[in-house]
């Protein structure tokens, strides 16, 4: 599917205003002093209600089915991604999706963002319901890294290892006081 540098803009900047908001940053302090890991399912249901109250968002949805593309090598039939949505001023079948991961350690995380990729981007261009992707990403939080340019060579080297190309480059940025976030 065509990905372009533009629309990994708009995910972006949609994603990244969340994590600016004043209860998600709190939220993350807290989740880093308490200790807690394994919270995407938390990411994913607050995202979702930002979505809902964001008024550039036309349309929105959690786990949203697709047929897998049957010549990709992946053994799966049919997939949901987790979190979907529709800017407004775009086609009502025009959307955009996010895989979202979540590990403090940065490896694991971009490990885990990789395989969803191998995933996602094996996705049929429209699904169950005719909705067609715009632009499908992943985004991973791990715990900040001093080295930017180190979590990103080894991003690129964890998609180049599955044979994923992925010519829209990476958005990586620090959110809260602890974490990081990374699409691609």
Request: charged share 35%.
């Amino acid at each position: 599917m065509p990905q372009k540098k533009d629309d990994l803009d708009k995910i972006s900047d949609v994603v990244l205003d969340f994590f600016k908001t004043k209860r998600i940053v709190d939220s993350l302090n807290a989740i880093h002093d308490c200790g807690l890991s394994g919270w995407e399912k938390w990411w994913q249901t607050e995202l979702a209600l930002f979505l809902a109250q964001t008024d550039r968002i036309g349309d929105w949805d959690m786990e949203h089915p697709f047929d897998t593309d049957k010549r990709t090598r992946l053994a799966q039939s049919r997939m949901a991604l987790d979190i979907g949505f529709r800017l407004k001023g775009h086609a009502k079948d025009d959307w955009y999706f996010v895989e979202l991961k979540q590990d403090n350690d940065y490896k694991k995380c971009v490990d885990r963002m990789a395989r969803d990729a191998d995933k996602v981007f094996s996705a049929r261009k429209q699904s169950f319901d005719g909705l067609k992707v715009r632009y499908v990403a992943c985004a991973g939080v791990f715990l900040t890294e001093k080295d930017e340019d180190m979590v990103l060579d080894y991003a690129e080297d964890s998609l180049d290892k599955l044979d994923i190309e992925f010519g829209d480059g990476f958005f990586i940025e620090k959110i809260g006081k602890f974490h990081s976030m990374l699409i691609f």
